[in-house]
């Protein structure tokens, strides 16, 4: 039984390193202005070049997410600039939309593409789906349990990553846009590529590259989604205010079930927190790296979700 | 059994209809077409999805009246459900539906690869967000597409005009907002004294300051309406021929009153008169508990509203009227 790679996440080149020296086999990073999750968990193009650098030269890997959803002329410009990050040595990228996926793999087949949790993926069939669309991997929220897992890793030719240390919302990652029913704000994308910045002369900033569509989850946006799951509302049944509660949501820490996954086949664990401070993400990345090491650990050991502040939840990850 | 649209002057008007009884309470005189079965919850009452023997009547009662018998599939499933998810397409194929309405991915590749001959519909959970997501799903076999809630007219203007995909567009009632894999409202079986699956049968709202959105248990709907009667000569002029009354957790009144006056609309508009009936307001004013909204269609936040009609906006205040 191989042991599974440890996938930590980090904002920062900061947060790289910390992972790295916590024991991530790799670790993913949000690229400016095309990650989920916000531009200020993001690294720019000096940061990603320098981080790549460090990470390859410590034998690992970096993944870097372009997961929000770009519209026409958008994509056409970030095509554009995927030789860039492939001359950097990047060829890890995790995507969010079927669409940009299918045409990535076309244009780029060197490109190893992660069709990221927000893509839906939960059944075996999904992961078929995925593979046949032409994911060289797909990741599975840790709500999936070992059991679906063992049938799941019946799909051959696809690498499967589930997201043992993760928030689950009351609604699935990939399905919600109820924070852009409330409230949708476009916003000009940043500039990434030194060349971009030329070529903006006096336009104004996203003039050129587009706008995010700060408020939905799907597509990513600045601060994405205004957490309208985790604020109280009111029940009414039949015309009548019946309660005042919250959305059910929780931590989901597996790493009790961290052998099961491996036995069941999982090729990656991977934990979420692109926002996470370094003090906060270096013991976590640690527990997991022990655990994995040690083959096991028991229940009683599980990371308590009171050590992640109350505002990771949903934005930044 | 009614024919596809073909000419500039036809359209197809459908629904979605959960179960037997449901069906056979409504008046679907102005509909063409019906999908069935509920997309958010296996145990949902007498669910189409898993009632098989239901399913076959039900595809029959809709072409004994002469319509396109339509099947819907569940937009977030588990392992557990592929097998009668099989057996659902299979029992449809058999009965001669006429195209299956697919949400999730994996379903996807199960009907393109042991179905081939059921005709698919996207659904709007299969997040078709662009002209390349449309052209993904076409070679897995997809021929219509509902877009991602969240596009607007002009997006979903742009991925008709780039690769010619037809869309179907959800012209009235509560847009979808979220699927969840967990039902809060089990929670309250011991305090309401209701089971499951009578829980999701009541009129659910959860409110949050100037909003409000409908639950169906695994399910949140938009609060508001979405309606776009003002609009349906933008909608025709710009090639859509395929309109979703949005139905699933409504009254048999509600589906017949709004077919009725979404038909009488689009036949006026087709004939080159674009105005609005004030009667065709009232109704759809009367049957939106909170008020009406554009969705994403404009642009905006999906509950603003963008027509000429103040008193569209509606009232939260209503949420709490007694039910009549």
Redesign the interface.
Known sequence: MAAPVLLAPAGSPDAVLAALDAGADAVYVGLKGWSRGGARRELGWDELAATQRQVASAGRKLQVAVNTIPKPQERAQLFERIPALLDLGIDEVIVNDIGILAALERRFPELRLTASIGCGAQTVADVAFFRDLGAHAVVLPGTVSPAEMREIRTVRGIRVEIMVHMVEEFVLLGKCWMPSYVHLKPSPLPTVFPSEVADAGDAPEGALRGMRQTGSMKRGGVGACFRICQQPWELYASGRRVDARLFPGRQISRIAEVKAYAEAGVDVLKLQGRSLPVELLAPLVRRYREAIDAGTVSAADEIESAALPATWAVVGR | MSHEPQAMNEFELNTTIANLRDLRESDLRDYDAVYLGDIYCRIYEANFLEHLADLEEGLQILQDQGKRAYVTTY?????D??PKVRKMLEVSAAAGAEAVEIH???????AHDEFPQLPVHIGG?A???????????R??GAVRFTP???LSLD?IH?ITT?CGAPMELLVHGK?P??????C?LLE?EEK?GIKCPDLCQ???????GD???K?VGKG?L?GKDVCMLEHLPRLLAEGHRYFRIEAVSESPAYRREVASVYRAALDRTIGGDGAVDEGWWETLRRHARIGLCNG?YF?????DYAGIRPDAIGSLST?????S
Request: glycine share 8%; proline share 1%.
């Open positions: 937009a977030a499933p588990r392992n459900f592929l999730n991915l994996g379903i996807l590749k199960i959970f997040n078709v967000y662009t002209d390349a997501g449309a052209e993904a799903l070679g897995f991602n809630y969240e997006e742009e780039t847009m907002l979220g699927i969840s894999d967990y809060f309250y309401w009541k009129e659910l709202f959860v409110k949050q909003w409000a959105m639950s949140i938009s994403f642009g905006k936040s999906g509950m949420i709490s009227r007694a039910e």
